[in-house]
C-alpha cells in the first residue's frame, strides 16, 4: 500500500507546473530524468492495479509478450527526438506522455516476471543497441535535431545515453561471468 502512495506522490509531483516546466527545460533531464519517472510511477502502482484486475491481466498478457511489445514501441516512440519537441508544444503530446508512459511502467512490471529467459535477453539486447544507436545519433548529428533544444543540449544527452550503453554492457557483461543458478535474468 505504501507503493502506492509513493507511486501517486511522485505522479502528482511531476505533474506540477514548476517542476513540469524544469524538467522541460533542459534535454537530459527531460529524456533521462522525467520519463523514467513516469514510467517508475507506473511501476510503483502496478502492484495493486495487477492485483486488483488480475483475471484481465493473466488472460491479455499471458506469457508478457503482449505488455512487453507495447512497451518496445512506447519506449522508442519516446526516443525519437521529434516527440519531445511534440511534448513541448502539443498539449495532446503532453497529456499522452503523462498517460502512456505509467502504463508502461505498469506493463514492465507484469510483463518482466511472465517472460522466459531468452525473451528477456532479446528485449536487454534490443534496448542495449537502441540507447548506443540514439547515443551516437544525438552526440555526431551536426545538426540541431530538436527544434527546442539547443545543439549543445543534444549532444549532452548522446553522452548521457553513452554512459547508460556503457553500464548496460558492464552489466551484461558481470551477469555473464556470475552465478544464477537460482533466479533469472535482470
Not at 491479455?60 to 509478450?65: A, S
Not at 522508442?76 to 502512456?100: G, Q
Not at 540507447?131 to 545538426?143: E, K, N, R, T, V
Not at 540541431?144 to 549532452?156: G, P
Request: glycine share 6%; proline share 4%; hydrophobic share 50%.
Amino acid at each position: 500500500m505504501r507503493q502506492i502512495f509513493v507511486g501517486i506522490l511522485l505522479y502528482a509531483i511531476l505533474v506540477l507546473p514548476p517542476i513540469r516546466l524544469y524538467l522541460e527545460s533542459i534535454m537530459v533531464t527531460h529524456m533521462l530524468v522525467q520519463l523514467p519517472l513516469l514510467i517508475f510511477t507506473g511501476w510503483l502502482i502496478s502492484k495493486y492495479i495487477v492485483g486488483k484486475y488480475r483475471s484481465f491481466f493473466s488472460k491479455w498478457n499471458t506469457y508478457g509478450v503482449p505488455g512487453i511489445i507495447f512497451v518496445a514501441i512506447v519506449t522508442t516512440y519516446w526516443m525519437i527526438p521529434r516527440t519531445l519537441d511534440e511534448a513541448l508544444t502539443m498539449n495532446i503530446m503532453e497529456i499522452f506522455k503523462f498517460i502512456s508512459l505509467p502504463i508502461v511502467g505498469l506493463l514492465i512490471r507484469d510483463s518482466w516476471k511472465k517472460l522466459e529467459g531468452i525473451g528477456k535477453s532479446f528485449i536487454y539486447l534490443n534496448y542495449l543497441s537502441m540507447f548506443g544507436l540514439m547515443a551516437w545519433l544525438y552526440i555526431d548529428s551536426p545538426i540541431q535535431i530538436c527544434n527546442n533544444y539547443l545543439e549543445t543540449e543534444q549532444k549532452i544527452l548522446g553522452w548521457g545515453m553513452l554512459v547508460i550503453t556503457a553500464c548496460m554492457i558492464f552489466y551484461f557483461i558481470q551477469y555473464v561471468f556470475t552465478d544464477h543458478t537460482e533466479e533469472d535474468f535482470c
